[in-house]
């Protein structure tokens, strides 16, 4: 699964990893070239210090220099290529996984705490993007120059050579001894930082509760535990990584410590000089990088594929399916909406049992009945954000199995109990009914929807911003924003899912109002709580236990007096 990982995320890569992968040789080429000259004229020099020729050292410094220098020119524009690749390649990601949310079912964000989505889409990218950024582009570098530096220091000294790579072994092994504890530690903060965004994900969302109920205490409490966690975790991994740095610091002066015993005992005996050793001795630290290089790539590389597989579980979540409507004649029938034994089960929990239906084009028809009976799970089955489990359900007389499902969409406004209103303004808002409306269309629409006369009223009228999911604006004002945001994509079919249930008296009215002209010619859809909003429907289904208990219109199921009745009589009492 890793290596899968591995290959996947550097599949973003897609044209550019042929440039990508030259830019890394020749920027490695570029280090060793530096380490390998400086080694050179260490070597130079002191061999000429040791025979008292200057001018030898002086033309070895300036040969050397400008080398050094040519390479500091070309190794800027390389880099610029490999970052600007990288930003690329994050950016693919980013928008694949977008786009893959935009492409999932309603039932993934109903069974994933958005917290631990939005974790997803921050901190786990944020992790996958280090194989490019800081893992792989800086290991290939470093393994390069430390190859290069092998091979160059066997050509100097193969005694002194195995020396320095017996150090960097001595390094290597220190990385590798802590890859296990760092990884796990790496773990435990990302699962951390993904229970810390949930809660503070409630928090946000539920903060009108929080202070309602007084339970500011409970919750920072929360977060402070939380907190505590992801703190606790990270300072025993920056620890642990600061032992690292102590043994490694410790490994590498042992290893400079032998190299030059080693190296000033074959000098005495006359078997080396003073350059190759101080020359080699610049090359260790190459070798050395690349161990030290390799636990902490060994570490960082489990725990950026450990995110990347979170990121990738959403990548490779089933879309919600697309079917492509068929060549059909013309539809004969006169019903829009059609169900016919329509089942339907979630976590096995049967929510709809062989529901059939048929509503008239033009035609209100009202679902009233006690809560959990399935009322609103016959909306989402309606717009496609749930299967049936059985049955067949109908739209213009075709299955919408064979329909695609943003044209099935296309025919359909909804108006939802809790309107839901995007950051912006309140013209955007509207607008999203129909991009293409008009400023003349969308002022209608508003009028249409009893909200022209509180917008104007507002010091930036249309213009006027209203905050996140709309706080800056009453229920009734989001309802009637909805409402003309309806009315303006002007769809065939109207879904009201309890539109006015959590309204004041006047903004009820006014709500009414508007979906009353709303419905004008529209093909109606209602869930109702409040009986007295849909008296004047053409059918009143009645519907209780996943089943169709009763249908009539208002006096004939007051005349029925059972379920129906019953229900009426407790509100009227109530009232």
């Not at 300036?62 to 040519?70: D, S």
């Not at 600061?242 to 078997?271: H, K, P, R, W």
């Not at 199995?401 to 809790?418: E, F, G, L, N, W």
Request: proline share 1%; charged share 20%.
């Amino acid at each position: 699964m890793k290596r899968n990982c591995f290959i996947r995320i550097l599949s973003y890569m897609k044209k550019n990893i042929f440039i990508y992968l030259i830019s890394l040789l020749i920027l490695g080429l570029c280090g060793f070239a530096v380490q390998a000259f400086l080694a050179t004229l260490f070597n130079e020099m002191f061999d000429a210090i040791e025979r008292g020729n200057i001018n030898q050292m002086l033309q070895s410094v300036k040969f050397y220099a400008l080398l050094i220098v040519g390479i500091f020119l070309i190794f800027p524009i390389f880099a610029y290529i490999v970052n600007k690749i990288i930003y690329i390649t994050t950016g693919n990601i980013r928008k694949a996984v977008f786009q893959k949310l935009e492409k999932l079912p309603v039932s993934f964000f109903k069974n994933n705490h958005s917290g631990d989505i939005v974790s997803r889409m921050t901190n786990d990218i944020s992790e996958t993007e280090k194989v490019y950024d800081t893992i792989f582009t800086e290991v290939v570098v470093t393994l390069i120059i430390a190859i290069g530096g092998i091979f160059y220091s066997f050509y100097l000294d193969w005694r002194l050579a195995i020396i320095s790579i017996i150090g960097a072994g001595l390094t290597l092994f220190v990385n590798l001894y802590y890859v296990k504890i760092l990884r796990v530690l790496g773990k435990k903060v990302q699962e951390n930082l993904a229970l810390l965004n949930k809660t503070l994900t409630n928090l946000l969302d539920g903060v009108h509760v929080i202070r309602v109920f007084n339970l500011q205490k409970l919750m920072m409490k929360k977060i402070g535990n939380n907190n505590q966690d992801v703190y606790d975790v990270s300072v025993k991994r920056v620890n642990t990584q600061a032992v690292i740095s102590a043994l490694n610091a410790l490994s590498g002066f042992i290893s400079f410590g032998g190299l030059m015993c080693v190296g000033v005992y074959l000098s005495i005996q006359g078997s080396t000089t003073i350059g190759a050793i101080v020359a080699i001795a610049q090359l260790q630290n190459g070798i050395r990088n690349l161990a030290r290089l390799l636990g902490t790539f060994i570490t960082n590389m489990q725990s950026s594929l450990a995110a990347s597989e979170r990121v990738f579980e959403v990548l490779d979540e089933e879309e919600e399916p697309v079917s492509y409507t068929l060549e059909t004649e013309n539809n004969k029938t006169n019903h829009i909406i059609d169900m016919e034994n329509l089942s339907f089960k979630y976590d096995d929990n049967l929510v709809l049992e062989k529901l059939s239906l048929s509503i008239p084009k033009g035609k209100v028809y009202a679902l009233v009945g006690p809560s959990g009976g399935g009322k609103s799970t016959v909306f989402k089955l309606i717009l496609n954000f749930y299967k049936p489990s059985s049955g067949d359900l109908l739209i213009n007389g075709e299955s919408i199995s064979q329909q695609k499902i943003t044209d099935i969409r296309k025919q359909m406004a909804y108006v939802p109990q809790d309107a839901y209103l995007f950051t912006g303004s309140i013209e955007d808002n509207i607008r999203h009914g129909n991009k293409d409306a008009t400023q003349e269309e969308i002022i209608q629409a508003a009028k249409a929807a009893n909200a022209h006369e509180f917008i104007i009223e507002m010091e930036n009228g249309y213009n006027t911003k209203v905050g996140e999911r709309g706080t800056q604006l009453s229920g009734g004002q989001r309802q009637r924003i909805a409402i003309a945001r309806a009315i303006l994509k002007n769809a065939p079919i109207l879904l009201l899912d309890e539109a006015t249930s959590a309204l004041d008296t006047e903004s009820e009215c006014l709500v009414q109002e508007a979906l009353n002209q709303l419905m004008i010619g529209k093909t109606t859809l209602v869930v109702a709580h409040r009986l007295q909003t849909i008296q004047n429907a053409d059918q009143i289904l009645v519907l209780k236990d996943g089943h169709i208990v009763e249908q009539g219109t208002h006096d004939e199921l007051l005349t029925l007096g059972n379920v129906y009745k019953n229900l009426y009589n407790k509100q009227f009492k109530v009232a």
